[in-house]
Structure formats: structure tokens, C-alpha cells
């Protein structure tokens, strides 16, 4: 009595939270065959799995939020009993930092594992962004070695391979964060605060050259940009010269791996830092065309910024280059899909002492929203044979049906509600069922089964309303006796 | 620089949040493959998977958190910008019970989901009490069949089995909510605020008869028990006519099905909502019957009580009837892995309509941390064979090498790191390698490679200082051409 009270004083709407979603169907299933690829290949390649909690205290995820441009950038904290900051966390390399350095002795290193489950950012919520969304990552901790980094750009593309994507339809890009810092170090640009201000603004226009072109880089690198909008951007008031060698450095990309380095090593060669940089990339570059990924799908990109304030060494960028619509048949936004790189301060934040680290993470949610609006991935979404249940005493032997049909690997279900023949119809239309077992009294009587093939004769259902007129209008069935069901089902079931 | 300093004036210690943990190796393995197995199962019977968001409103999960006893149990709760109310979900079904309300009108009913992944408890951690927790539930909304409930207590049954559960190592036992209620209206106990009060002591009573006995319960029904510890818990103050009532109805479960149902239409068979239980009872066991479950998996038990004050008919609870030892060597309690049931007024909150609803849900981080300590789950976590990097311009020999190994299904990793021989052999033993790959300049001359076994020769590395004693020292090892490393590493692995 006190409840239905309770009901009735409050009944609350029925609405998902801002900026969140509901994954269900073809997407849902996509994300789940994506993560599996990944994660069966990390696993074979000697990666552990490891599973974090969704909290952090706060002071251990620190301040490594992604896309330092957005100041409105932050995280979901909850302030514990003890007064003590718990943050869920925004990605799964903060967390892996806190585990290593907290499990440092007893882990054999390099630590190599693999993580994948939702990641939240407490944003302003866009068409595309969400506040929760899962990732992948893999990553390698306690070593130097550009092996190491080498590993993950072939782990990345052999992701890529596994979703069934050819290797002209996408592309990793690598760059290496050391060298855009010789670049803006001999452009004159200091490491004053004055300077830093600079180098973001250099940074910024060069990520922006897919979009802008270089003439619309040239103005951003220069005295500024006005935009269609009549919005003006600020320049980072380079000499013409520097703007020319930092577009001489953008250039170098996209080709013959080989020609790539050497351009960079005729732009930068000079430093130690520059040196040092293109010794792991030549070393990147030997492991990858030892093991056969050819020049189209893995380059070096001097254009590719990645967000993320801790990189050190190395960074890539997993792209696919297809072209989709989305729901609406607007054209989709394709672009990256992951990105890494090398991390060596990131554990030391605990530690003291450096922990050198590299790693790769693949947004899943975006990702497998694009191979699935490709029909690429998601395809084992086949909805499962209805067996009709018509008798209502009866239902036992509903149940054995079904149960004979998944025996033989084919989804099956009774239906459970309690409706009439026309309803269940309706259900296993709109359940997208291939077909529907249909055994009424008759066919009981006569030892009989029916199976309708739905593929053919959908729709036709709309118009009936007894079972006579049913058999009579439809040619898509057919009848055989009760021992053939799994026979005849599966018969219907081929094209 | 500004780095650097930073990271000297403020060293966040490396823990991890009170109630919280770290899963990984076996026992990670063994959640990810209950989560399939049940996963798979859940499909094969039409169930389409589900992924809700962390977040709902406050108000849409209402207050039907479990354990009522506990008046500390809570959520996790955030004010967001706009000063709604943001709260984690802590189980699987307020959050189904918001997306099908939300999506009524556009889905097949009755609606048939299963959906696996963390829930959180805002709750005061204690041993084996985590406040993240993996469920994996299904559940079928929108119909009042009793089948439904049959459904759901044999996919609870085959979720065992496909765990690797044997028939007489797993019970799933039935009760139905409405019986108690009859129970006790027959005894007198009005639902009045007191006789609430009266009610909560009797439920919580018979739920102890497993750990206290008949006697005990048989005190806490009347005047009141003292525990050994001295600790006084008030009783119901039931008659001693009453108390025998109870204890009758509980003795009549755990016996040959029909028994129970015989025994218990004696005992409470003259109400009209005793007639109605009795009747969908009797359907769940002709179904189950004819299914063949036999009596001794899955029984009637009327001393069953869920916790979960939203249930509405037949209860369920699955089950281990093993022992076990925990990594201490401590005996482990077992009890329930999971547990469901009929909640007929939960999505109504929401519509104002009925819709009749019925579940399970599989506690995943504690069933597969019990199949996991008895070395029946998360048996696949076989470390992989490591590849030494003896010689650094070698490198892209050893990935390749270890690429052919993967190519056969062999699990397979280069040593990443930049040390020495007698570190790699220190990596592969404390990784548990059973096998590495010793190609140093001598059998790279020759054209040859090595294989050691680690399951035979372990811990003999430790004594080891250079190459040739190794050589000699160890007989668990074998050489052959390069050509031969697939072969020579699978006669290794091969007992």
C-alpha cells in the first residue's frame, strides 16, 4: 500500500543522462568484435590483461587531461568519507602509471598489458561527444627501446587488419615529438612562458593542416587567420623564413619512408636531440619494413600533433581512410580512430626515478561506429528463429524446439508473452526474425512442424488475421514432420 | 624545466581507492570467461546484448538499492552543471527498467536483454566487500508468464554447466515472494508500520537458517537470540503455534519438486494469492521437468529470501555446493553467485502501466573468483614464450621469429628491454614462460636456434653468469636449424 503511494506522489521521467548513450544492436555488437580483435592479438603478442577500478583518487590521475586546448576539459570527482578526491578515470594510462609505480618491485619488466572498458570525461556533451566512451589501449613499460615503439605501430596496424580492413584503407602515422621541439628550438622560439604561448600556437596550426590547407597554415604561423566566419585566430608572428622551413618540415611526410628521414635529417640533422630522435625512427623504420607493412598504410607524418601533453618520443596516429553517411546519410567525419606514443615522464610523477613507457589506444565507441555505419563490422547481429508459442499448455514442447535449434548453432527463442498469433507475428517481424516455427493445434495433432521463412514473406503478416487465411496467402512456408524441425529451419535459413 | 620542478615540489603517492582492486591475470581471465559463457548463452536464446551508461539520474534509479538491512548502502552521486543529479548505477536492472520506459513504443516486446559490466556501491569496504563489482544479467520484460521465470532459472542452470559446473556442484533454488507474504498474513502480521517491522524480523530470521539452524531461528522468531559473542538481536515475538508454521513451511523445500509444492499448498493452499504462486510454481516445474533438470540441481526452498525489496513472485538463487581454499589458504564461504526474480512494478514507476518484468543476475568478480581459486576458470592464462634480444641489431629476426610462432597459435613476445642474457632468463621465469628462444651470434652463424624449456629447467637460471655455463649447466634445451623453430617450440611445449 505504502508504495503504491510512494508511486503515485512521484513518477520520474524516463530519460537517459545528458551526453551519455543506450548501446544496443549492430553498434553494440561492433564494439564488442572490435575490443575482442584487439584483445586477442595484444594477448598473443605476451600483453597481460589488466583491469583498473573506474576511480582514482584524484592526485594520482593528475593533470594529464587530453586536449589541452579546452580549458572545460575535466574529469567526474566525488569527494570520498575519508575527505579524500576520487576521480573516474579519463583514460587507462594515468591509471596504468599508478599501477606500475605502486606494483613496481613485483612486476617483471618491461610490463606489457592490455586494457579495455569505459573511460569518462566530465565535458560539455556535442553531436559525436560523449562523457563516456571505451577505450583500448596496450602499452609497454620499463624500456628505452624503439622496438618497443615499433611493436605498437605494428600492433595498431595489425588492429586495423583484424577488423578487416585492407591496407590501402588505413593508414598509421608516426611522428616524433622531438622533433618539432629542434624545429621551434631553432625557429628562435624559447622556452620562456612568451615562447611556450608560441610553440602551442605553432603546434595548433600545424594539426590544422588537413583542414586549412598550408595557406591557412602560412596565415596561422604569420600575422593570424581570419575564417569564413569573420572569427580571427591570432598568428604566432614567425619570420617568413621560419614559416617556410616549419612548412618544409610539414611537407616531408607521406612518402618513401626512407626519403621522409632523410628530409628531416637534412631540415634538423644538427642536434644532439634531433640525432637522437632519428636514431629511433630509423630504427622504427627497420623493424616495420622488416615485417613487411609497406608505405601506404605506415608512414612518417610531421603534421601529426597528438593531443596529449606527456608524450616524449615517438607519437602515432591509427587513421581510416573510407569514406561512410551516418543514420541520416550525412557524410561522416572519418579521421583517427587511435593514437599513442612514448611516455617516459608519466610513472616518474610517482616514482622519482624515469620510467620509460610507450603505448597505443584505440577509441572503441568511435571506431566501431564508423566500421559499423561501413557494414564492416557488427554483422554477426542475426536476430534469432522465433518458435511461436500457440498452445499455451504446450509450452514445454516450445522449449524443446528452440533448445533442438541452438544445439545445431542456430539462435533460437519461444515467445515468451502471452499474445495471440497475429501479435507473436508482429514480434518476430519486428525482431527482424529470419524465420518463425509455427506448431498450432493441427500440426500437433498431425505430428507436423511449419517453419515460415520472414526474409520472403515479410510484411505479409500485416494482413492476417486467422490462421487458415495465413496458410492460404503465404507461400513461404513450408511443413514437414516434427523430426525434420532442425532440418527444415536450417533449409530456410540457407539462401 | 617548469616540468621537472613541478614533479619535485608535489609526488603523489601510488595507491589505489579504498574498496577498490586491481583485477588481472587468472582471475581477470576467469571473469572475461564467465562473461562470455554466459554472454554466449543469453544470446543463443534471443536475449540482445545491452550497454546502459554508467550515469542515470538519481531520481530514475530510485531507492531499490539491495541489502535494505543496511541503512549505509549508497551510490555514488554527482551534481552535474544543470543541478540534476547524476548517480553510477548500482545494478543492471534500474537502468533497464529507464531505457525500456524510455523506448517503450519502439521495442519488440516482451523485451528479452542481457547486459554485462561494472556496477558501484558507495558502500564501507570490508574483507571481500569491493565497492566495483562486475553483474552479468538477462532479463525478459513485458510478460507475466510464468515461462519467463522457467527461462530464466535454466539459463541460470546452463550458465553453470557452462562454466564447467557439473549437475551435482550447483543448486538453483526457487521460492516465491508471495508465499511468505501468505505465510505471514496467516500468522497475524498486520502491514501495518509495526507489523512491517514484525515482517523484516521473520524475513531476516529464516534467512539465517543456514548459518544459525532451526534452534536459532527458532529464537529469533520468538522471544530473541543471544550469539556467542554475546550480542543480544531482538526476536519477532511470534506464538509458538506460529513459530512452527514457519519452521514447517522451510522445512518443506530442498526435497523432490512436486513434494515441496504438495507440502506447501498443505501448509498456505486456502488463499487466492497462494493459489496463484502455487499455479506458476507448478508451470516453472513442469518446465524445468520436462527440460530434464532433475530434483537435485534445482529445488524449491522456501527459506530462499532475496534481499531486493522490488521483487514480486518467484525468487531465484544460484549456488556452489564446492569448497574451497583462499589464497591464504582460509576455507572460503561460497553461498550465492546470483540470484533474480519477478518485479512486476518496477518499470511502472516510470509508465503508471504495469509492466511485468524477470531476471537474473550473476555476481561475475565473486563466482569467478571462486572458480577461479579452484583452478576451474581462467585456465587459459598460459604465459607466452619469450624470444631473447641478445643482440640489438637483431631485432627484426626476433619479431619475426616470434611472429611465426603466433602464426601457429603459440603465444609469443620478444624481450622488449635493453639488459643483459641473465635478465631476459629472469624476465621469462618471473613471467612464467614455459619456453625461450636463444639465438645469440654463435647459433645465428650457424644458422641455428635454441629452445629452452622453463617448466623442466626453472630456477636453474639463477645460477647462471654467461653463455657457455648455460649451455652446460642445462639439459632442458635443444638446438636445431632456424627452419625448425615452430617444430623445436612445440615438441617443447608438448608434456
New interface residues.
Given amino acids: 500500500?505504502s508504495?503504491a503511494k510512494k508511486?503515485k506522489s512521484?513518477?520520474?521521467?524516463?530519460?537517459?543522462?545528458?551526453g551519455?548513450?543506450?548501446?544496443?544492436?549492430k553498434l553494440?555488437?561492433s564494439?564488442?568484435a572490435l575490443i575482442k580483435a584487439a584483445s586477442d592479438i595484444f594477448?598473443?603478442?605476451?600483453?597481460?590483461?589488466?583491469?583498473?577500478?573506474?576511480?582514482?583518487?584524484a592526485?594520482?590521475l593528475?593533470k594529464f587531461l587530453p586536449d589541452e586546448e579546452r580549458p572545460n576539459a575535466g574529469v567526474?570527482?566525488?569527494e570520498?568519507?575519508?575527505k579524500?578526491w576520487?576521480a573516474?578515470r579519463y583514460d587507462h594510462t594515468a591509471p596504468l602509471a599508478?599501477?606500475v609505480?605502486?606494483?613496481y618491485d613485483g612486476l617483471?619488466?618491461?610490463f606489457?598489458?592490455f586494457s579495455a572498458g569505459?573511460v569518462?570525461r566530465n565535458e560539455?556533451p556535442g553531436p559525436g561527444r560523449f562523457?563516456?566512451f571505451i577505450q583500448v589501449d596496450a602499452d609497454?613499460v620499463?624500456?628505452?627501446?624503439p622496438?618497443?615503439d615499433?611493436?605498437m605501430i605494428m600492433l595498431a596496424a595489425k588492429v586495423m587488419q583484424g577488423v578487416g580492413l585492407t591496407s590501402d584503407e588505413f593508414t598509421i602515422y608516426i611522428n616524433d615529438r622531438r622533433l618539432l621541439d629542434v624545429l621551434l628550438a631553432d625557429l628562435g622560439v624559447a622556452?620562456t612562458t612568451e615562447g611556450l604561448l608560441q610553440k602551442g600556437i605553432v603546434v595548433r596550426a600545424i594539426d590544422k593542416l588537413d583542414r586549412l590547407g598550408e595557406r591557412g597554415v602560412e596565415l596561422l604561423l604569420g600575422s593570424g587567420r581570419k575564417d569564413d566566419s569573420g572569427d580571427y585566430t591570432k598568428g604566432a608572428g614567425l619570420t617568413t623564413a621560419a614559416i617556410a622551413k616549419v612548412l618544409a618540415f610539414t611537407r616531408s611526410g607521406h612518402q618513401d619512408r626512407n626519403n621522409t628521414l632523410s628530409a628531416i635529417e637534412k631540415l634538423l640533422g644538427n642536434s644532439e636531440l634531433a640525432k637522437q630522435s632519428l636514431n629511433d625512427l630509423n630504427?622504427i623504420n627497420?623493424?616495420v619494413t622488416?615485417?613487411g607493412w609497406d608505405e601506404n598504410c605506415v608512414f612518417f607524418e610531421p603534421s601529426i600533433v597528438r593531443g596529449l601533453g606527456y608524450y616524449t618520443g615517438p607519437v602515432f596516429e591509427a587513421n581510416i581512410n573510407l569514406q561512410a553517411t551516418d543514420a541520416k546519410g550525412r557524410p561522416m567525419n572519418f579521421g583517427s580512430v587511435g593514437g599513442g606514443g612514448r611516455y617516459d615522464?608519466l610513472v616518474?610523477?610517482?616514482?622519482?626515478i624515469e620510467v620509460p613507457a610507450t603505448g597505443f589506444s584505440f577509441g572503441v565507441s568511435r571506431f566501431a561506429a564508423l566500421m559499423s555505419s561501413l557494414d564492416r563490422l557488427g554483422d554477426q547481429d542475426i536476430?534469432?528463429v522465433?518458435v511461436l508459442?500457440l498452445e499455451p499448455d504446450q509450452?514445454?514442447?516450445y522449449?524443446?524446439m528452440?533448445?533442438e535449434l541452438?544445439a545445431d548453432n542456430i539462435?533460437?527463442?519461444?515467445?515468451?508473452?502471452?499474445s495471440g498469433m497475429k501479435a507473436q507475428m508482429k514480434?518476430a517481424d519486428?525482431?527482424g526474425a529470419p524465420a518463425v516455427v509455427i506448431v498450432g493445434e493441427d500440426e500437433r495433432m498431425a505430428g507436423n512442424i511449419t517453419v515460415k521463412n520472414l526474409n520472403l514473406g515479410s510484411k505479409i503478416s500485416e494482413q492476417i488475421t486467422d490462421n487458415v487465411q495465413w496458410r492460404k496467402a503465404n507461400a513461404a512456408q513450408s511443413t514437414d514432420k516434427r523430426s525434420m524441425l532442425v532440418n527444415l529451419v536450417q533449409k530456410t535459413l540457407t539462401p
Fill in positions: 500500500m508504495k508511486q512521484f513518477r520520474p521521467k524516463a530519460r537517459k543522462a545528458k551519455f548513450e543506450d548501446r544496443h544492436g553494440l555488437r564494439e564488442n594477448d598473443a603478442h605476451g600483453f597481460e590483461p589488466l583491469s583498473t577500478p573506474a576511480f582514482e583518487y592526485d594520482a593528475g567526474f570527482a566525488i570520498d568519507d575519508d579524500q576520487l573516474l599508478r599501477f609505480a605502486q606494483n617483471a619488466k618491461p606489457r598489458r569505459p569518462w560539455k562523457r563516456e609497454t620499463g624500456t628505452k627501446s622496438a618497443a615499433a611493436e622556452d630504427m627497420d623493424l622488416a615485417a615522464g616518474a610523477r610517482f616514482k622519482g536476430a534469432p522465433v508459442a509450452m514445454a514442447s522449449f524443446t528452440a533448445e541452438r539462435r533460437a527463442e519461444v515467445y515468451m508473452g502471452t514480434y519486428k525482431r
